[in-house]
């Protein structure tokens, strides 16, 4: 018979002749094979070591070759059967491990892989009913093979662990597609619970929960590769979560989650990654640079460099996102509760909020670091309850009033052990020093990544968690949004209007102002099925609230307005992002910021009751006092004023703003028609609009405007598209543009620096290596900001796209919130 197996072997592995067999010929050499290896294991064999492995091997793998072609036909599969009632499982399990091939303990994972696969292991129940207690059963005597395999075998390569991680997974997937499968792997102890007088022990041992390897220890060996950032972490995180579905089906399971370390190691392993962050990197590069960043004085700073996140970051990151899986698939309340209650204990008290209290803000300090790490988390985080805890704890909410709710012995013992531990670590409160208190400091630093740092933060919780938008800015519950008429929203919107077109009047305005409609009017439109907190109920009508105008954080943005023309251009563009991202919120009106308080209008009263009147009431421009301009308003009046002053006093003044957004935006007027590209879910789905003054998504001021060719394309773009231009024609060009270049990098203090910083208080900049022509400003934080001419113009175009975007987001909310009607 080995013969003639050998013969067929050649045949097929010279591709000569398919594999034939019949199912009785394929099953009969099954069984030799398996008596082959049971021989050999049991006989005491001369052969060497090498010999016995190359013997090992070849049955191995013929046994494989068989149980594959097997699989390939109809049941009945013989083979597979024959394989898990003959045990052969346990032999080729202690022959991998006996011999410490790499080879071996792949071919037999393969033979497990098959096993499990074939669905042919029985319960413990029917193997007892079919056996009787005298002998282990084949379910029970699979899952000892197994587990001595994973637990011992040599893993050499990533291959090896990812085929025995993987016969873990297999296995996960049976208990959640049986359940009933569970008892095979799952033994646990029958401990009486004790009464909820008992002390829980003094010592806090019982927090750690108890581990009880011997129990479970499928779970355990995936609890192992969870933090694995290779395929091995994928099949163990997807099996332990399918292990954790499976408790809602099973009370002995839950009852085992929550008193065993699963949450403790959890919480841990977390810290431990979240322990490894260093502080942040920032790697210049001269490929892709977004070409509203080349144009400036900071091209070559940190803030104009997305920070380099290293791969403890992304293992950090992916392990976080596992914790958000798990919280979804569980549907065991308590086992859910369990974990978020650890993971509030160990993570965000005594790791994640300490770090934020402790980091330093000078240069090279942690706070921007810590900052960019929690923002990466708000953004990446969508789980509600995870989201929740978070915020819930950073920002220090009053907690809901409790509800009376029935809980096992078992929850409530956690809960206890858990509370005393967080009483005992002492550690400090968010109710002294929260994240809102912080985000103060951060946009009052000197230090340009720490407030951008804070700017990109702002803008996430703003943006994607609006529970907590108005526990971060603060608003007037007492004053929700009033309507005003159509003529007075008319007259402010002409307004905001105006003040766009004062600093640069462009021939596609109206094509560039509907763009911004556009998209406003989608952004507002998602904004209307949002809730407005978690303890509002769900019937009630959400009504924008009236903006707290004296919160500080409110005025540290205005602070930050205040030196808008020499700020990083990526610092205004989260700047004007999070103005964007309140000015969009369903949660605060525009009264008193934006646009006047309606109560402050001096309007003359009409008691006709003939509705042409009233029309024609509504449609009158009422009057209001100074007093009651809008603040943000306000501060950008002085910006515009600002760029008039610069207007009468250079006279080509509006030539270079013109020249200057026309670099800017040339990467968005393709020269050929180009395809509609894919739209991403967070853009709004306008063909043609462009956001061009806030970030593209949020968090983050990283601009969609491409690379730039530089200011010598511009100016001397004409004489190289046209070749016969005369020697003298094209240096003239060459003479004009280089004039240029040093004009745009010669320093430009705006008026309000200029008396006390003197042209001879700043250094010469140097021409840019770009092709932009500009100079970069330096590194160093000065008392006396100033800019050159190039970097201010950047900025007055960035102001002028913002003012163009707010109007768009007014006139929408006009429409969409009912903010401007006929009363």
Not at 108 to 113: C, D, E, T, Y
Not at 696 to 725: T, V, Y
Request: proline share 6%.
């Amino acid at each position: 018979m080995s013969s003639w197996f050998s013969s067929k072997w050649a045949r097929l592995i010279a591709g000569k002749k398919p594999w034939p067999p019949s199912e009785l010929e394929r099953h009969s050499v099954f069984i030799h094979d398996c008596n082959a290896l049971q021989h050999f294991w049991n006989s005491n064999s001369s052969r060497s070591v090498e010999e016995s492995i190359a013997f090992a091997r070849t049955y191995l793998e013929r046994l494989n070759f068989l149980l594959t072609d097997e699989s390939r036909g109809p049941s009945p599969h013989n083979c597979v059967e024959t394989a898990a009632s003959s045990r052969i499982f346990v032999t080729v399990a202690l022959i991998a491990l006996a011999y410490h091939d790499d080879d071996l303990v792949r071919s037999a994972a393969v033979l497990f892989n098959h096993i499990i696969h074939a669905g042919v292991l029985k319960t413990e129940e029917e193997s007892e009913r079919g056996r009787g207690r005298a002998k282990e059963s084949i379910s029970t005597a699979f899952s000892r093979a197994l587990v001595d395999l994973v637990r011992q075998a040599d893993k050499t390569s990533d291959k090896t662990e990812t085929l025995l991680v993987e016969l873990l997974f297999g296995i996960a997937n049976n208990i959640r597609l049986q359940p009933e499968t569970l008892s095979t792997w799952f033994r646990p102890r029958v401990t009486p619970v004790r009464s909820d007088t008992e002390s829980t022990g003094p010592n806090g041992t019982e927090f750690a929960g108890a581990t009880r390897k011997d129990e479970f220890p499928l779970f355990y060996m995936l609890v192992d590769y969870v933090h694995s950032d290779k395929s091995a972490g994928d099949f163990a995180r997807t099996g332990l979560l399918y292990i954790i579905e499976t408790a809602s089906r099973s009370k002995s399971l839950e009852r085992w989650l929550i008193e065993s370390d699963l949450a403790t190691l959890m919480a841990i392993g977390l810290g431990a990654l979240y322990s490894q962050l260093g502080s942040l990197e920032y790697i210049p590069t001269d490929d892709d640079v977004p070409r509203v960043v080349a144009l400036s004085d900071h091209a070559k700073e940190e803030t104009a460099l997305q920070p380099t996140l290293s791969e403890a970051m992304d293992t950090f990151m992916s392990y976080l996102l596992f914790w958000q899986d798990t919280i979804d698939h569980c549907k065991s309340a308590e086992v859910n509760d369990t974990l978020l209650d650890h993971f509030q204990v160990l993570f965000l008290e005594q790791l994640l909020y300490p770090s934020l209290l402790e980091s330093s803000d000078v240069a090279g300090g942690s706070t921007a670091a810590v900052l960019t790490y929690l923002c990466r988390i708000l953004d990446s985080v969508e789980q509600g309850e995870l989201v929740h805890r978070i915020l819930h704890f950073l920002l220090a909410s009053s907690p809901p009033p409790e509800q009376q709710m029935d809980m096992s012995a078992s929850r409530r013992k956690s809960i206890n052990v858990l509370a005393a531990l967080s009483s005992e670590a002492a550690q400090p409160s968010p109710s002294l020093f929260n994240l809102r208190d912080l985000a103060l400091l951060g946009l009052q630093s000197a230090n340009r990544q720490t407030v951008l740092a804070t700017l990109r933060l702002l803008n996430v919780v703003l943006q994607r968690h609006h529970p907590f938008a108005r526990s971060l800015i603060h608003t007037i519950p007492s004053q929700p949004a009033r309507q005003r008429s159509i003529g007075a929203f008319n007259a402010e919107l002409e307004q905001l209007l105006g003040l766009a077109t004062s600093i640069f009047t462009e021939s596609s305005l109206n094509e560039s102002y509907d763009n911004y409609v556009a998209d406003a009017t989608w952004v507002l439109e998602s904004r209307l099925c949002l809730p407005v907190s978690d303890e509002e109920a769900e019937k009630v009508v959400p009504l924008p609230q009236q903006l707290q105008q004296d919160d500080p954080i409110v005025q540290g943005l205005l602070t930050c307005l205040d030196t808008f023309f020499t700020n990083s251009v990526i610092v205004n563009l989260a700047l004007t992002g999070v103005f964007m991202s309140l000015a969009s919120s369903h949660l605060f009106a525009l009264d008193g910021w934006v646009l006047v308080d309606p109560a402050c209008y001096d309007k003359p009263s009409s008691d006709s009751s003939d509705t042409i009147d009233q029309v024609r009431q509504a449609y009158k421009v009422p009057t209001w006092p100074e007093t009651a301009a809008p603040t943000l308003t306000l501060a950008l009046q002085k910006l515009v004023e600002q760029v008039r002053q610069w207007q009468k006093d250079l006279p080509d003044f509006d030539v270079l703003v013109a020249a200057r957004r026309e670099l800017l935006h040339q990467g968005d007027r393709p020269q050929t028609p180009t395809p509609a590209r894919s739209r991403e879910a967070s853009e709004p789905p306008v063909p043609g609009s462009v956001d061009r003054s806030r970030p593209s998504f949020p968090g983050s001021p990283e601009p969609s405007l491409p690379g730039s060719r530089g200011l010598l394309w511009l100016c001397g773009g004409e004489s190289i598209a046209r070749p016969d231009e005369s020697r003298g024609s094209s240096t003239s060009r060459t003479v004009a543009a280089e004039a240029l270049r040093r004009r745009l990098a010669t320093p430009f203090p705006p008026a309000a620096t200029a008396t006390e910083a003197t042209p001879t208080d700043a250094e010469p900049v140097g021409a840019s290596d770009e092709a932009s022509g500009e100079a970069t400003a330096s590194a160093e934080e000065t008392e006396s900001p100033s800019a050159t001419l190039g970097h201010v113009l950047t900025n007055v175009v960035i102001l002028y796209e913002f003012l163009l975007e707010l109007s768009a987001v007014v006139q929408a909310r006009g429409s969409l919130f009912e903010e401007a009607g006929y009363q």
